[in-house]
């Protein structure tokens, strides 16, 4: 039992990590992309877009090669570890996270920015005021963040190695419990990982839907 | 010096193609300029260069005697307050979409609340404060766009189109109010339109923009009875 405690925090401590640090880098660089006018926006854009599809595995791939002792990182001795866990899924979550956020502030009248302007905004209040008007589907953004990485298992699996009482989080617990062939226990894992992802995003949805009404 | 904006030899282009000429423009402190002109002449890219939210390839453009280059860019737009055609609300209650500019301007909250009070009740929106933005009508939501310029008592005001998208019954009414307050105020306005009803109502002068140049500049009667050109004379024909 206190196994299975162990586990299920160590997966919320890392995916929460891994989405809250996806939220500071995706927000402001897809508000950038939203709302930036540069040479070769839409290539960057539709870059951010192919990362959104990002295969977990491909991305455990690469960051297990980066943090391999051999690596150009190494020398961090993070292979392995649950810091090493949050880097995988930060790749993984951050396009999701930016993407979501720039489909979200476009989606807003472009007249607006210019608006605030007129007001007086400065750049600092104006990004803040766009935020706060696309608040909704931001969340939904922040959710999909999360999604997306509670579930994952192949990059997990590759950069932390499912070792027991370290990096063994739900995901993984599941892959080995089946591939033991304790179906009893995969599944009682399963349902767990349903019920936690469950619970944050009605947590989340809650906030959003208070927030329409308001 | 009583002119406020001064306009010399002014280009304006977008993609690299010239959108608006103004070759001498000024703008006396206290007046309203109508600017009247077809969609697409260059009426809301002038306004837009006013409000330094574009910059124009080449030329003069001063306020107050100091070129607009030259001022903080913040500190300028915190003279002046733009209306656009659609009232582009925020979604938050009518009293705080007023408060915006106020709250950007760090004004103190009793300072806000008696400025917010008085020019909701200038514009008849004095009821409806706690109510969402998105709970308003057409005419409503534009006459809080007006209190939201109003309240920031801007050292000039500029207004593109602002009733383009009522309907005609409101805003004949907008269109009184908005022109009894103006000759009361005597606050610098530029009002964009395409109607020269509507600019001879609100402006003192009108200025007459087509293809992208400002043909002429009088007042409504100097522009109905003598034409600058040709390109003017079938604009008012067509009216």
């Known amino acids: 039992m206190s196994d299975i405690i162990e586990i299920t925090l160590l997966s919320l401590k890392v995916s929460l990590i891994a989405t809250l640090i996806s939220l500071l880098i995706g927000l402001p660089c897809g508000t950038w992309l939203a709302l930036g006018n540069f040479r070769g926006r839409s290539v960057l854009l539709s870059v951010v877009n192919t990362g959104m599809a990002l295969p977990p595995v491909v991305v455990g791939l690469v960051v297990a090669m980066t943090l391999w002792r051999s690596g150009p990182l190494g020398d961090l001795k993070l292979i392995y570890t649950p810091a090493a866990i949050v880097i995988a899924q930060t790749v993984i979550a951050t396009p999701v996270v930016m993407g979501l956020t720039a489909a979200s502030l476009a989606s807003l009248d472009p007249r607006l920015s210019q608006q605030l302007l007129g007001l007086g905004a400065s750049q600092t209040q104006m990004i803040w005021m766009l935020w706060r008007e696309a608040r909704l589907p931001l969340l939904a953004a922040l959710m999909a963040g999360f999604g997306s990485v509670i579930s994952e298992v192949g990059a997990s699996m590759m950069v932390g190695g499912n070792i027991r009482g370290q990096t063994r989080v739900l995901t993984t617990a599941i892959v080995l419990e089946t591939g033991k062939g304790e179906f009893e226990k995969a599944l009682a894992l399963s349902a767990l990982l349903l019920m936690i992802t469950y619970l944050i995003n009605l947590a989340l949805t809650m906030i959003q839907q208070k927030g329409r009404k308001r | 010096m009583n002119e406020l904006i001064l306009i010399r030899d002014l280009l304006i282009q977008r993609n690299g193609r010239d959108v608006l000429t103004v070759n001498s423009l000024q703008i006396q402190r206290g007046e309203t300029l109508a600017i009247v002109g077809p969609n697409g002449a260059g009426k809301s890219t002038l306004l837009l260069a006013l409000a330094r939210l574009i910059k124009p390839a080449r030329g003069q453009l001063t306020f107050n005697g100091s070129p607009i280059s030259?001022?903080?860019?913040?500190?300028?737009?915190?003279?002046?307050?733009?209306?656009?055609?659609?009232?582009?609300?925020?979604?938050m209650t009518v009293e705080k979409n007023i408060g915006l500019g106020l709250k950007f301007r760090?004004?103190?909250?009793?300072?806000?609340r008696v400025r917010v009070r008085r020019w909701s009740q200038a514009m008849g929106v004095d009821s409806l404060l706690g109510r969402r933005a998105s709970q308003l009508s057409g005419g409503e939501a534009q006459r809080v766009s007006l209190a939201r310029a109003f309240v920031l008592d801007p050292e000039l005001l500029l207004m593109d189109e602002p009733f383009s998208a009522v309907d005609p019954p409101t805003r004949v009414q907008l269109l009184n109010d908005l022109s009894n307050l103006l000759s009361q105020d005597h606050r610098t306005t530029i009002f964009v339109t395409h109607n020269l009803k509507e600019a001879a109502q609100v402006g003192d002068r009108v200025a007459v923009i087509i293809n992208g140049n400002l043909k002429q500049v009088g007042t409504p009667k100097q522009?109905?009875?003598?034409?600058?050109?040709?390109?003017?004379?079938?604009?008012?024909?067509?009216?």
């Open chain 2, 70 to 91: 030259e001022l903080n860019d913040l500190e300028y737009r915190r003279k002046i307050s733009f209306v656009f055609q659609d009232p582009l609300l925020m979604d």
């Open chain 2, 106 to 112: 760090g004004t103190d909250k009793e300072e806000t």
């Open chain 2, 223 to 239: 522009i109905k009875e003598k034409p600058a050109d040709k390109n003017v004379r079938e604009f008012l024909e067509e009216l």
